[in-house]
């Protein structure tokens, strides 16, 4: 029986070819992007979760009170993975270190400045679950003179020699056999590395006694059975006992704390931590569309099924005469329409598959289709199941209980209660596709706003270089600033710890007049070309000069923040002292205030920072005279190529970090845009069966009212105005769930705009656009139709 239904469905499809194909069409698009937003979200939610011993690995992390607020800062010293096994040895079964960097990596006469380097512990790839195609996991990093690379770096240096023994060199001064090669690492991996080097070739791991050095992560490999938690609440006389006299000489407390390894990704990230952080969120989110877009192309089939209900009527009436019993007929028209969504998810699995690329470069990392995998077969199983069911039977109980009389005399009424149900799903999809509008306007207007608004410093024809992951340039660093400044296209030069939108520390310092309180301040560390090359206004006191020559050791500056912070106006901070308490024991005087600028994302507020001078050297921002931007470029790759002959040429524009601080944002902009155009177009095709559903139901009402004098422009009014009624009511319903989702998105930035009463008014008025050209070709034809033709009875 089950086959004859699908052989009937089958027919029944090649007989009604146009229904079939918007049927098959709005499924596909609602499966494909299911099925890659499934591809997203299950990438997002299995992160790190392919290590044998992921369950019992955590990484470990130190948080401190920030004026009043939780600060979690993921760098700690090398002694932390020495002493938690010792000191914890029932719990903590081993520590493993992980150092993330970039090298110059040379071979011959190839070389390149690889910025995916992890300088790492000897056990690195026993404690953690990355394969190696060559070489053994256990002894790869154990000589210090070793390296292991990924397959795809492998190929880049090599070829297609077999790279194991080769000899490469990292810095031009330390020669490394490769003893392993590693699989690429999957992207769902927080870990992402081209390159791993043992950690003991370096210094750091002298700093056995410096508490205070943080530049690595520490991962710890729980022994079964043991309860973080518990772990945890010994922590604080852990710290007590290595570092309790030195915390308590700059008054700083901190607690440590363990996150699960498949917690990382999810954790905040930021300009210090490289590795690799998610929004749950947005994953959240993204299912969601995902669910309104299938939904919104089930409720189409629902009303192009139940349009086609006169059509089959007396097929219905005929089979019940004949014997059919309801479930039998109610099974036929399931069958059909798990047929149209299998044969939609094969055409969908081949879309995924030739969209995967664009869909890569969207993201910004590939992802794999796992075809080897029964979780994809299982997703596409339970929508051909699922979508099949619900969203064929209404349509087959709906049809099944049509009166045999009624239909075999041509006599079938649908009643009102059906239009008006099918009025209720248009309205539902329409109310979908407009949330989704309002999101991409809303989301746009947010992104505009940031890319435009007054950041406080000038970033037009701003370079930004690297120098700290470049030896060469590094060493020779003033060296490239004077010949830089000597140059008549150049403006200024600066050398920084961190650009605006990049890195900046925060230390702990004592203020005169604040009753010995500690206060937690952003840190720059700077020369005195900073304020001038950024263009930041002084609103009080004096710049750093050359002509004090105590403003090297004795002198900051702060910003206007800083200043009501500490309980200052800005002209009162001037003369107070100000003591660094973990880098300089020394007390500075402020000597002047700066204006509030943003130096962190805009997702953040404005905070109190301290502008020292300091050696601590990491980037040189170049501002370029106007007018000469070719003349100054060209100077600059000069210089860097005299110091830096074997390192390649790599810069940015300090205006270009818009795109990498939002860059997140911004792939949401990009695909909220693509879902919801889709979201309208499937709606659309909803709309467009039903106007022409409608307009052959009042064909003999339009006949009529031709006969009695109304216009084609009359007819096709009276036929708008019941379209566009749906799409009105939806506009209505969703505008106050709009603000409320877009007020929750808008919360995440410190800075953003308003919502406004136009962006609900363009979102509208998009919709009924879309919808009146969706219908204008049905109303027009019925109104042009012959009146003889709609009145000639059958």
């Not at 023994?165 to 810095?171: A, N, S, T, Y």
């Not at 209660?417 to 109310?431: H, I, Y």
């Not at 509030?596 to 980037?619: A, G, M, Q, T, Y």
């Not at 003999?700 to 799409?727: C, T, Y």
Request: with cysteine; aromatic share 12%.
């Amino acid at each position: 029986m089950i086959k004859s239904y699908f052989t009937i469905a089958w027919r029944n499809m090649k007989r009604n070819q146009a229904f079939a194909i918007i049927n098959i069409l709005g499924l596909t698009i609602g499966v494909t992007v299911c099925t890659m937003i499934f591809l997203f979200v299950r990438n997002e939610f299995t992160f790190d979760r392919f290590h044998e011993q992921g369950k019992n690995i955590y990484r470990l992390v130190r948080s401190f009170d920030e004026n009043g607020s939780e600060k979690r800062v993921p760098w700690l010293s090398p002694p932390f993975a020495t002493a938690l096994p010792i000191d914890f040895s029932g719990e903590v079964k081993k520590a493993t270190r992980v150092w993330p960097g970039n090298a110059l990596v040379a071979f011959g006469s190839i070389s390149f400045n690889e910025k995916k380097v992890l300088k790492a512990d000897s056990d690195f790839f026993t404690f953690f679950s990355f394969p190696l195609v060559a070489g053994n996991p256990a002894t790869a990093l154990s000589n210090p003179g070793s390296i292991v690379l990924t397959e795809s770096t492998a190929r880049k240096y090599f070829g297609d020699q077999d790279p194991l023994g080769k000899i490469i060199e990292l810095d031009k001064n330390l020669p490394l056999t490769v003893t392993g090669i590693a699989k690429d690492i999957p992207a769902n991996s927080h870990l992402d590395f081209d390159l791993v080097v043992p950690l003991s070739n370096y210094t750091v791991t002298d700093e056995s006694e410096n508490w205070f050095f943080n530049c690595l992560f520490t991962y710890v490999l729980l022994r079964e059975g043991t309860d973080p938690s518990s772990l945890e609440s010994k922590f604080p006389s852990f710290v007590q006992k290595h570092m309790g006299q030195l915390l308590e000489r700059i008054g700083l407390k901190i607690n440590l704390s363990l996150t699960p390894l498949s917690d990382i990704y999810f954790e905040p990230g930021g300009p210090p931590d490289p590795s690799r952080h998610g929004n749950k969120t947005l994953a959240y989110i993204f299912i969601a569309i995902a669910l309104l877009i299938l939904l919104i192309a089930c409720v189409n089939f629902i009303n192009l099924s139940t349009i086609k209900a006169i059509e089959r009527s007396k097929e219905v009436g005929l089979r019940k005469v004949m014997g059919a019993i309801k479930s039998h007929l109610a099974g036929q028209f399931i069958s059909e329409s798990v047929l149209t969504v299998l044969i939609s998810s094969l055409v969908s699995l081949g879309l995924v598959k030739l969209l995967n690329p664009l869909y890569a470069r969207l993201l910004g990392y590939p992802l794999d289709i796992p075809w080897n995998t029964w979780h994809l077969y299982a997703f596409f199983a339970g929508i051909i199941l699922v979508v099949g069911f619900l969203a064929g039977s209404y349509p087959a109980f709906f049809i099944s209980g049509f009166s045999p009389v009624q239909t075999l005399k041509g006599k079938l009424r649908l009643g009102k209660g059906g239009s008006t149900f099918r009025q209720a799903l248009v309205t539902l999809q329409f109310g979908i596709s407009i949330l989704l509008v309002i999101g991409v306007v809303v989301i746009s207007s947010q992104l505009k706003y940031m890319k435009t608004k007054e950041l406080g410093y000038n970033m037009e024809h701003v370079v930004s270089i690297r120098v700290d992951g470049n030896n060469d340039i590094y060493r020779g660093r003033r060296q490239f600033k004077e010949d830089l400044q000597n140059n008549t296209a150049i403006k200024e030069v600066s050398l920084m710890s961190g650009e605006p939108g990049g890195f900046h520390d925060s230390q702990t310092f004592q203020v005169e007049g604040t009753d010995d309180r500690i206060w937690s301040l952003r840190t720059q560390f700077a020369d005195f070309e900073y304020i001038e090359t950024l263009g930041l206004k002084m609103i009080a006191g004096r710049d750093f000069s050359t002509s004090f020559k105590t403003d090297t050791t004795n002198s900051v500056l702060i910003n206007r923040t800083a200043a009501a912070t500490l309980g200052y106006t800005p002209d009162q901070a001037i003369g107070k002292w100000i003591q660094n308490t973990i880098r300089d024991n020394s007390r500075r005087r402020i000597i002047g205030v700066v204006e509030d600028f943003n130096f962190l994302s805009l997702k953040d507020k404005v905070e109190p920072l301290v502008i020292s001078p300091n050696e601590d050297n990491r980037v040189a921002l170049i501002a370029l005279k106007s007018g000469n931007i070719k003349e100054g470029m060209n100077a600059i790759e000069r210089e860097y190529r005299k110091l830096a002959p074997d390192y390649p040429f790599e810069y940015s524009f300090l205006d270009q970090r818009f795109d990498e601080l939002y860059r997140k944002d911004i792939q949401q902009q990009t695909l909220m845009t693509i879902f919801s155009a889709l979201s309208i177009f499937v709606a659309s095709l909803g709309l467009y069966g039903l106007a022409s559903f409608t307009a052959a139901k009042r064909t003999k009402e339009i006949g009529i009212r031709k006969v009695l004098g109304a216009s084609i422009n009359g007819i096709f009014q009276l036929l708008s105005k019941d379209f566009i009624k749906p799409v009105l009511f939806a506009f209505c319903i969703v505008s106050p769930i709009g603000w409320w989702v877009m007020n929750r998105w808008l919360a995440n930035f410190a800075y953003h705009i308003d919502i406004a009463w136009w962006m609900f008014a363009l979102s509208g008025f998009i919709a009924v656009c879309i919808a009146l050209l969706t219908v204008s070709s049905q109303a027009i034809r019925a109104a042009v139709e012959n009146p003889i033709n709609s009145l000639r009875d059958d």
